[in-house]
């Protein structure tokens, strides 16, 4: 099994910043694609971006094309997803899903999960 952990969330301000990391354990994540989604209140999982094991980032929603970077350093066994620019819509919990091989919007075909990191966006 591969065991995810994301960290990094918390209350920022609109504008700020934030650098959610998802590390993975149990077995090598080398051959893994790493997806980030976000739930907010009452709405459900969206995925929000996505990377191969090739490197090859996805980004699904308009609203994460630009203000979202996704990267993963295999040697460390983590996956980052920075955020720019933060407003109020982008609160929600944020978790990592992981899939063999290739990015997929299917939720349902991503194996492993993460708990979430709540980012909250206020003034």
């Known amino acids: 099994q591969l065991q995810l952990v994301e960290s990094g969330g918390g209350l920022v301000q609109p504008g700020g910043s934030l650098r959610l990391s998802c590390v993975a354990s149990?077995?090598?994540?080398?051959?893994?694609?790493i997806g980030w989604f976000r739930q907010a209140p009452g709405k459900e999982r969206e995925g929000i971006s996505c990377?191969?094991?090739?490197?090859?980032?996805?980004y699904w929603p308009d609203s994460a094309k630009g203000r979202f970077t996704i990267s993963r350093d295999n040697a460390k066994s983590t996956v980052y997803l920075q955020i720019r620019s933060l407003q109020p819509e982008d609160t929600g919990l944020y978790y990592c899903?992981?899939?063999?091989?290739?990015?997929?919007?299917?939720?349902?075909?991503?194996?492993?999960w993460g708990q979430g990191t709540q980012v909250t966006v206020s003034a």
């Open positions: 149990g077995r090598p994540m080398d051959n893994y694609a």
């Open positions: 899903g992981s899939k063999y091989w290739s990015c997929s919007r299917d939720l349902s075909t991503f194996d492993f």
């Open positions: 990377i191969s094991r090739m490197e090859t980032p996805t």
